[in-house]
C-alpha cells in the first residue's frame, strides 16, 4: 500500500526536528571539538549527532519509517547525520516536494568513509584484520609463557593477535621474556602480533585471611548419581627437580624420599589423606623423573604426608608430600551476619573459629581488611557492596575512618564463603580514586617503550584519560596506543564525554570489561549496556575489546558450554576478543577463530549479511 501525503508530512516535521537537535549539540560543544586530534574530529562530531538522536525515544518515528518502506535508523552509528539526511531526502522526496537546503552543516562521515573510519582505528590501534576475519584475538599471558616459548608460539599459530600482560602478575623480567618469546614465535610464524600491558589500577578487594592448611584436593569426575565416571590422574614429580606435568592432567603433586627413584608400572601408593583416610595411587607410567599415577577416590592431599611404595603386597620405598601452595582461609556469611571491613590488615586464627558458619555471635561479626583505604572517607550508609562477582551483597550500614560495617543481603542459600583476593564493589558510592596507583606508574616507565597498547583499569571520569595521556608524554610515549577499561558505572554513566577526552589523542580503544562491570550495573541490565557501549563506540568510531570469560570452561577443562559458544559469537560485535589463561587456551583459540570466521559472513556489528543459507536449497525444500 503507497503511503498517503498525509502520513509523508507527518513524517517530515520529526525527522526535520532532529537534525535541527543534532546540529545544535555539536554547536554547544564547538569549544571541546576544538581540542580534539585532527584526525578523530568528524568522530566526535558524528558522536555529537548520534547522541543528540539517542536522546529522544525513536520508537514510534521507526516504526512509520518503516510502514512506509524506509530505512528506520537502526544502522545509523558510523554515520548518524548522514543516515537521517537520507531518510529525510527520501521522504520529501516521496511527498512530491523538493529537499530542504541543509543549511553550511555536513553530514561528517557518509555510508563508506564513516565505518572505514572504524576499519582504520582499529587496525592502528589493534593490527591489521587476520585472514578470513574482521575480528582479532587477544589472549592473557599465563607465567608459563616467560618460559616456556613452545606455548607462545601454539598461541600465535593458533591465531593470537594481540599478547595481553597483566601487569598484576609476575613482574619485569618475566614480561620481557614474554616478549623475547613473541619475537621468535612471530618470525617462525610468520605473522605479527601486538603486545598489550594492562595496568591494574587501585584494585579493590578483600585482604589476606588466616592461612589455613596446606591441602590440594584430588577430585574424580562423576555422573548424575555420583558415581565416579573414570579415574583420576595426578601427576607426581620429584620436588627438587620438578617436571611439567602433561597437558591433559589438572592435578601435580611434588613429592620427597626416595619413592619416585624406585617406582614401576603397576606400583601402588599408599597415602593417607588429610582426612586420615588411607588412600590408594596407582602407577601407570614413568617419565623421567617423575610419574603419573590414576586414583579411584577423592583424595585430600596435605604437605607431610608420608607416602608408601609397595609392590607385590610389600613396601619398597617411602618419601612425602612435600610443600603444597597455602589455601587460604574463609569467612562464611548468612543474610543477616554483619561484616566488618578494616582499613588496617587484622590477622587472626579463624581456623576454629566458632563464628565461621552458622550459630555465630552476631556481636562478635568477622573482620576482613580492604585493600583500599581511600574508600573508608567515601563510602556512605545504605549504599549496596557486593563481594567475589557479586555472589555475595550486603548494605552499608555505618562508616568510621577505620571500619566500614556491612549488613549481608545475599548469598546462596547454603551461605557464601568470602576469601582473601576477591573484589570488592560499591556500585553507588561515589569514589574519588586516582586511577593510576604509584605501582603502575613504576610498572608504566619500565614497560611502555617495549608494548604496542597501554590498559587503563578503573577509568572512572575524563580526568583519568587526561593523566594517562600526560603520563605517556613524560615518558616521550605519546604515540603508544590507550585501551580504557570500562568496568564501573561511573565509566559507564559517563562514557560519551569520556570517549569525547580520548578522541583527542591519536589511537585508543575500549575494554567492555563485563565482570565487574555486570556486578557494578547490575546482572540483568548487563546486556542493555554492553549493548550501548558497543553502540557509543562505533558512533565515535573507537573500536572495542570484547572481554571477561569469553570461552573459560573450553580455556581450564577443554570443553565449552553451549551458553558461552553464544557469547563467544557475540565477539562478531566488536573489533578484538579477549581470551584469559587455562591449560587448554590453544585449543580456546583456535575454536573462537572458526567461530569468528563463521559469523563474520552472517554479521557485521548490528547488520545482518545475506550470505545463502545452508538450508535453503531448492531440492531440499521440494
Avoid at 531518510?87 to 557518509?110: F, I, K, M, N, Y
Avoid at 597437558?247 to 589423606?273: I, K, Q, S, Y
Avoid at 591519536?506 to 575494554?511: A, C, I, N
Avoid at 562505533?538 to 573500536?543: G, I, M, Q, S
Wanted: glycine fraction near 8%.
Amino acid at each position: 500500500m503507497r503511503a498517503t501525503q498525509r502520513q509523508l508530512d507527518a513524517l517530515i516535521r520529526p525527522l526535520r526536528e532532529l537534525r535541527r537537535r543534532a546540529v545544535d549539540l555539536e554547536q554547544l560543544f564547538a569549544e571541546e571539538l576544538e581540542r580534539v586530534h585532527p584526525e578523530h574530529l568528524d568522530s566526535a562530531r558524528n558522536l555529537l549527532h548520534y547522541l543528540a538522536l539517542r536522546q529522544n525515544d525513536l520508537r514510534p518515528l521507526q516504526d512509520e519509517l518503516a510502514a512506509v518502506g524506509l530505512s528506520s535508523l537502526g544502522r545509523m552509528e558510523p554515520h548518524a547525520l548522514a543516515t537521517l539526511d537520507a531518510v529525510l531526502w527520501a521522504v520529501e522526496a516521496l511527498a512530491g516536494g523538493t529537499s530542504t537546503p541543509r543549511g553550511d552543516l555536513e553530514a561528517p562521515c557518509d555510508f563508506v568513509s564513516g565505518p572505514a573510519r572504524l576499519t582504520w582505528n582499529a587496525r592502528t590501534l589493534l593490527g591489521p584484520e587476520p585472514y578470513r576475519r574482521p575480528v582479532r584475538i587477544m589472549v592473557t599471558m599465563p607465567p608459563e609463557a616467560a618460559t616456556d616459548p613452545r606455548l607462545v608460539h601454539e598461541l600465535v599459530a593458533a591465531g593470537m593477535d594481540l599478547m595481553r600482560i597483566n601487569c598484576a602478575h609476575d613482574d619485569l623480567d618475566a614480561w620481557r621474556a614474554m616478549i623475547r618469546n613473541l619475537r621468535e614465535a612471530e618470525r617462525a610464524v610468520g605473522r605479527s602480533c601486538k603486545i598489550y600491558a594492562d595496568l591494574p589500577g587501585p584494585k579493590l578487594r578483600t585482604g589476606r585471611l588466616p592461612t589455613g592448611a596446606r591441602v590440594c584436593k584430588l577430585k574424580l569426575e562423576r555422573d548424575v548419581r555420583g558415581n565416579p565416571v573414570r579415574r583420576g590422574c595426578v601427576w607426581l614429580t620429584p620436588a627438587d627437580q620438578p617436571e611439567a606435568a602433561p597437558e591433559d592432567v589438572a592435578h601435580v603433586l611434588p613429592l620427597v624420599g626416595d619413592v619416585l627413584r624406585e617406582a614401576e608400572r603397576g606400583d601402588a601408593l599408599l597415602v593417607d589423606d588429610a582426612r586420615g583416610r588411607e588412600r590408594r595411587l596407582r602407577v601407570e607410567e614413568r617419565r623421567g623423573g617423575s610419574c603419573l599415577a590414576t586414583y579411584r577416590r577423592t583424595l585430600y592431599a596435605e604437605t607431610g604426608k608420608v607416602v608408601t611404595l609397595v609392590r607385590g603386597g610389600e613396601p619398597v620405598a617411602e618419601g612425602a608430600i612435600a610443600e603444597l601452595p597455602e589455601v587460604g582461609g574463609s569467612v562464611r556469611l548468612f543474610p543477616g551476619d554483619r561484616l566488618i571491613l578494616t582499613r588496617e590488615e587484622e590477622l587472626h586464627d579463624l581456623a576454629d573459629d566458632p563464628r565461621d558458619g552458622a550459630g555465630r555471635d552476631d556481636d562478635e561479626p568477622p573482620r576482613v581488611h580492604c585493600s583500599l583505604p581511600e574508600v573508608f572517607g567515601q563510602v556512605r550508609p545504605h549504599e549496596p557492596v557486593w563481594f567475589d562477582d557479586g555472589a555475595i551483597g550486603g548494605t552499608v550500614e555505618s562508616v568510621t575512618p577505620d571500619e566500614i560495617e556491612v549488613r549481608i543481603t545475599h548469598t546462596d542459600p547454603q551461605g557464601g564463603r568470602l576469601r582473601a583476593e576477591k573484589g570488592i564493589n560499591f556500585p553507588e558510592s561515589a569514589l574519588d580514586v586516582p586511577a593510576l596507583t604509584p605501582t603502575d606508574l613504576e610498572d608504566l616507565g619500565a614497560i611502555v617503550h617495549e608494548v604496542d597498547i597501554v590498559g587503563m583499569s578503573f577509568v572512572r571520569r575524563p580526568g583519568d584519560v587526561e593523566l594517562l595521556e600526560e603520563q605517556l608524554r613524560a615518558l616521550d610515549a605519546p604515540d603508544v596506543g590507550v585501551l580504557l577499561k570500562i568496568e564501573n558505572r561511573a565509566a559507564f554513566e559517563d562514557l560519551p564525554r569520556i570517549l569525547l577526552t580520548a578522541l583527542r589523542y591519536p589511537s585508543v580503544g575500549v575494554m567492555v570489561a563485563r565482570g565487574d562491570l555486570a556486578v557494578e550495573v547490575g546482572f540483568e541490565r548487563l546486556s542493555e549496556v554492553q549493548e550501548e557501549i558497543l553502540w557509543l563506540c562505533e558512533a565515535a568510531h573507537v573500536p572495542v575489546v570484547w572481554a571477561t570469560q569469553v570461552l573459560e570452561t573450553l580455556a581450564k577443562t577443554g570443553r565449552a558450554s553451549r551458553a558461552e559458544v553464544t557469547d563467544a559469537a557475540m565477539g562478531v560485535r566488536a573489533e578484538c576478543v579477549m581470551l584469559n589463561k587455562g591449560r587448554h587456551i590453544v585449543r580456546a583459540v583456535e575454536f573462537l577463530t572458526s567461530v569468528l570466521d563463521r559469523m563474520s559472513a552472517h554479521q557485521s556489528k548490528k547488520r545482518t549479511r545475506l550470505r545463502p543459507l545452508s538450508v535453503s536449497r531448492v531440492r531440499q525444500l521440494a
